[in-house]
Each structure stands twice: as C-alpha cells, then as structure tokens.
C-alpha cells in the first residue's frame, strides 16, 4: 500500500469514527508519527495534506527539521529530559509528554526566557502500567494544580499511550475514563486552564479512541507501514 492509499484508508475510519461520537473528519486532528521514516516519506505524507507530524526523540527531531517542509506543527510524543528542552523549545508546536513537575518547571523557565507561551499536554498512565510514563488518573487533579503557577506554559489537554493490546475494544474502557478525566479537570480548573486537546488512540485503536472523544490520534504504523528499527 503507498502512503497516499494509507492515508486516504485511515482518514475514512477517522471519519466514520467521528461521525459515530457526533462529530466530523476536519474535528479531529490526525498526526502523522514518524519515528524511523525517512524525510523523503514524511515529506510525501505533508505532500498529500497532513498538518501535524510527531517524533518521540528529540535527537531524530533535529535530524530530520531541516529537511521538511516547514509549514507544519511539530509535536513531542515521547518522553522528554529537561536537558533537551532547549533544543526544541522554538521547534515544538505542542509537547504531548509533560509527566513530571521538575519538567513542567524546566519549560516553564526556558520559555520565559525566550519570550514564548509553550503548549502543553499532560502524559496520564491510563493503564497503571510500570513499563510507561505518565501520571497516575488519581493524582492528576494534584498534578495540574502544581503546574497553575507556571505561567509559559499553556495546558491544552492531556495525552495517554493506552496499553498494548490485539483488540482495541479492550482499551474502550481506558479511552473513556481519560475522557472523564479531561471532563472533569476542566470543570474543577476552569477559571484556570482551558483543555481542548485529548491525545489518544494510535494505528491499532484510533477509531475507538475517537468514539470516546479523542480530538487527536497519533498514527505511524497505519500511515507508512510497519516500521523497522535499525
Ligand atoms: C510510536 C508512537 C505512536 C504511533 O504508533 P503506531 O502503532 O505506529 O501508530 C503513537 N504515540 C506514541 C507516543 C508513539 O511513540
């Protein structure tokens, strides 16, 4: 399958989903992860209209920036060391992976001192699993209230990487008490934050995650194909 065949395949399950939780195709935001794939491949998915492209490495970020085209939004998905921040603190569009509070601090102060507001969303370990970042459901309110006091940055929703499963109806239950989640935050926080972005649902469950109200996926895999690691 090409990459415009993909694309066209997964933007129909994006809409059929979206239309099933009252929605459309253009409410959703797919973005495109591109983790291992080469510039020439990313640059023919932008080619074909995708706005948002996502690396979890800030390394393979720097890499690849100069080679692509330059009006898209580049987003941060994987976990982020505070000694990296500086490189990207310009470069990110939204950072999907705020997971601790010495992090959240770190953003804070960089983008002070480049005069930006920087976008973020909070990682939430919906799964409780050891194997993933993020925090835990129970202690998100106390999480977001730490992070009221700085002041460039800007949060915009939160973010999950569900578990690894064969079936993506095993994760309906996860896709739906994030979305509670999300629900509730902003109605405790609203004089504060306002969140219009949840983060989830990859190649193998997307179209449930949007059934239960995701507003963004993160697709690699659905989009180029398998991927390889060297
Ligand atoms: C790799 C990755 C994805 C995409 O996974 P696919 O299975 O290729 O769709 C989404 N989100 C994060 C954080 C990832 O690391």
Not at 41 to 54: F, M, Q, S, W
Request: charged share 30%.
């Amino acid at each position: 399958m090409s990459i415009k065949e993909n694309y066209d395949y997964v933007k129909n399950k994006v809409k059929e989903a979206a239309i099933k939780s009252g929605r459309k195709l253009e409410d959703i935001t797919i973005l495109g992860v591109t983790k291992t794939i080469d510039t020439d491949r990313i640059n023919e998915l932008i080619a074909l209209g995708i706005k948002d492209i996502g690396e979890n490495k800030v390394q393979e970020l720097l890499e690849k920036y100069p080679e692509i085209d330059q009006n898209i939004n580049w987003h941060i998905i994987g976990h982020l060391q505070t000694n990296k921040i500086k490189y990207i603190i310009e470069k990110s569009y939204l950072i999907h992976s705020v997971d601790s509070i010495k992090l959240a601090k770190e953003i804070d102060r960089l983008a002070n001192q480049n005069g930006v507001i920087v976008d973020v969303l909070i990682q939430i370990n919906i799964g409780n699993e050891d194997s993933k970042f993020g925090i835990k459901s129970e202690d998100a309110y106390d999480f977001v209230k730490s992070l009221l006091d700085f002041k460039n940055i800007r949060i915009r929703g939160l973010m999950t990487i569900a578990p690894f499963v064969e079936e993506a109806e095993n994760n309906r239950e996860h896709f739906r008490n994030m979305r509670k989640l999300f629900i509730d935050i902003n109605n405790n926080f609203n004089d504060n934050i306002c969140m219009d972005i949840l983060s989830m649902g990859m190649s193998i469950d997307y179209q449930v995650a949007i059934e239960e109200g995701s507003t963004l996926v993160r697709i690699g895999q659905g989009l180029f194909g398998r991927r390889t690691y060297n």
